[in-house]
């Protein structure tokens, strides 16, 4: 049993919750009565009391895809029990024993400090765990690698059924489809399932299906992890990972220290698509994700034409995130993302769209003939002052208005303001979302 410190500074439920550490020697389970109040020196210390032979500066959890994520600090291991909250919840919601909070420890091989915090760790091996025995730690990561990267395999395989989906609360409703929280039961994990009602021909599904294909193939930190989809009568259900932050639109006046290592993260993102071949076609606040970890995702993104198409005649309007020469009609390409990109910073900046003559209500969608002052004015600059002078030129840079005035890909990357923030903090944007959140949930609390 782990006797906790109560020095620290965590506000989360009070639940107990079972923390499974996998040692070389078997795994060692023990019970934290008050998570919340866990801080990261004493479970390194716990740790480090089951592995006196190694040294342990950091442990690693398996997130919903089977990637480990470093804990090294008091905020990354928050963001990890906040993850792991929501997945016990998960679990509980359909019926399911919730499983311990895995936990793996990274380890050198000189002797270690020691407990200097009196923790008290239960070394009894778990009985029930597959690793009970003398295992080498090589053979137990691979075996837990090859589980998950077998369950990334069904998974993308498009075997997720709709009968296996529990869908929970709606996310949010956008132009063409309503996204969903949803439980996939067989893969225990959350899902974003975005829902769109098509009326087309089978041969139309069809295709839709084929053009998807492409997204099994997208493998990127900063790209949305696609699952699955499928059609249902005159629906296609669309299966990706859950973002617990959600999108940015919904945040507005980013401090910049945060919208930097955002931005980072969506050039990259962008980079990695352009990559492909893909345009984005869609970059905008509400297509930018993220979660409690610190990781900025894009989604969204047009791979399917005859989707796309298909959409856009039951929705009537024109994308206020549109590049002016989109909103009037000429050739496009890459750049006109690069449009986006600045349009979208420069209001997550602002708190605001950065036309004020232009209105938006719900959506993005408006009237062609309201945009029109996008493609005849000058485009908008920051107000002198609000910001430093690397954010004002990235996003003038990218709202030129002619196109190849805008940053070309491989100068997106050395601009300086992405320079400045490429430093892979991720914990900036985790303290962050877990920070709004909470306010978030105090406002509705007091509502
Ligand atoms: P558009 O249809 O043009 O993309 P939109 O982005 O506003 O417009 P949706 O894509 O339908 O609308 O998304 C609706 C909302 O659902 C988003 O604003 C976001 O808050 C939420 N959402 C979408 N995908 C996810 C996800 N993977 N994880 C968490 N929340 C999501
Ligand atoms: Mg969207």
Redesign the pocket.
Known sequence: MIILSLNNHFVMDAEAIVIRIKTPSGDMDSSVDFPSLLNFNDLLAAIRDVMPEATVTAFEYEDEVGDRITVRSDDELKAMLSYYCNTMNEQRMNGLLPDPLQIFPRAGKTPGIRNIHGLKVNTRTNPNSDCSHTVPDSIANNSLKKSSAELKRILTNGQINAQDIHYQEQ?????????Y?AYHVLGKRVL?V?VIPLDITVELQKQIMSELEILYKCDSPYI?TFFSAFFVENRISIC????????L??YKRIPEHVLGRIAVAVVKGLTYLWSLKILHR?V?P??M?VNTRGQVKL??FGVSTQLVNS?AKTYVGT?AYMAPERISGEQYGIHADVWSVGISFMELALGMFPYPQIQKNQ???MPLQLLQCIVDEDPPVPPVGQFSEKFDHFVTQCMRRHPKERPAPNNLMDHAFIVQYNDGNAEVVSMWVCRCLEERRAQLGHV
């Open positions: 996310l949010g409703h956008g132009n063409g489809g309503t996204v929280k974003a975005k949305i990706t990972e859950f973002m617990d932050g959600g999108s639109d919904v869609d905008k509400s297509n994700l989604c969204d959409i994308n959506g993005s969608l």
